[in-house]
Structure formats: C-alpha cells, structure tokens
C-alpha cells in the first residue's frame, strides 16, 4: 500500500469510528509496523497542524482518535446547538482525584479517604463517562471496582494516566489532617 493510500485510510477510520482506535488495529489497517504507523500517523497530525485543518488527531495511550479543533468550537455552535455542559463541583473533583489516583478503588475506600458517602459522586462522574465499572474486588461482598476512562483523559488533556501530575507527599498528609478535622467538627455539632 503507498504512502497515500496509507494516510486516506487512516484518516477514513478515525473519521468513521468516532472514537479512539488502538494503534494495533490502524497498523494492521495499513500493513505497517506499529512504530511505522505511529510515524505515519504523527507526520499527518503535524501536516494537518501546519494547514490549520479543523480537525486534529489526538493521542490516547496506545490509541488515537480525530477530534475537532478546540478554537473551532465557535463555528460549531452556529450549526449545532449548544452542549450541555457539566460543571464538575468540589466534592466531584475530589472522588474523581481519588478514583484516578488510587484506580482501582471500591467506594468504601473512597469514602475513607474522603470522610463521607460517594454514592451520589460516583454516579454523578460515571454518567458524565469520566468513571467506569472496571469489575469486581475478589473479596467478601465483592464490591464495584472504579477507574477513570478515556473521556476523563480527553477531558483533562493527558495522553495517560502516568502523565498526572504527582501527588506531593506534605500536602497529602496536609489534606488528611483537614479532612479529618471537619469530620470532627461535624461530629460535635
């Protein structure tokens, strides 16, 4: 398959799936070497940059995805209407911080960490698709086990989860020792 043809069909899959696809599956697509591909794929990304197209592909662990341009955003509400847009508060912030730290995580040790029940902030980020169901814990009970999705590494702008930002030791410990005198205070009143 040339060069061009390679790049056509990378862009027609992207396109047609909508969502992400793993560089195995594109890499078979186009009879190539994952590293080959990788490249071929990098190289239409910054040809599509320096053309200032209104699309862009976009880098999700081992997969890739096309996604509108960011600054096109404008252009899109004049044909669509406006999205719905979730406001992610406090409290949602903070299980979601957990859950994408400590995957995968029960709500009890959610509930731990933060002091109170999850249930509500659990849903909340799941039906927002920034948390999933990764399975069951093999223990007593066997509770849900949560972890963060791909949208929540779309929504935050991070390929991977080892691209995080790390947890500073001294504010952890900081936080704990907050949390646990609000729950005290809650207590005596």
């Not at 086990?145 to 702008?157: A, D, K, M």
């Not at 900081?174 to 205070?185: D, P």
Request: glycine share 4%.
């Amino acid at each position: 398959m040339e060069r061009r043809q390679q790049e056509a069909a990378i862009e027609a899959v992207l396109f047609a799936m909508g969502e992400s696809v793993e560089i195995d599956k594109m890499a078979e697509v186009i009879e190539e070497e994952e590293e080959t591909t990788r490249q071929i794929i990098a190289e239409m990304k910054d040809k599509w940059e320096k053309e200032g197209r209104g699309v862009s592909i976009v880098e999700f662990e081992n997969a890739y995805q096309m996604c509108t341009r960011g600054d096109m955003y404008e252009y899109l509400l004049k044909v669509a209407k406006t999205p719905k847009k979730y406001v992610l508060t406090e409290t949602l912030l903070e299980t979601l911080s957990i859950i994408a730290y400590k995957q995968p995580v029960t709500k009890l040790d959610i509930e731990r960490i933060r002091g109170v029940n999850c249930d509500h902030a659990v849903n909340r980020l799941i039906e927002f698709d920034l948390v999933t169901e990764l399975g069951r814990m093999d223990a007593p009970g066997r509770p849900l086990l949560f972890g963060t999705t791909e949208q929540f590494l779309r929504s935050f702008g991070v390929k991977s989860l080892e691209d995080l930002p790390e947890l500073n030791e001294m504010k952890l410990e900081e936080f704990k020792e907050e949390a646990e005198e609000e729950a005290e205070l809650a207590l005596n009143i």
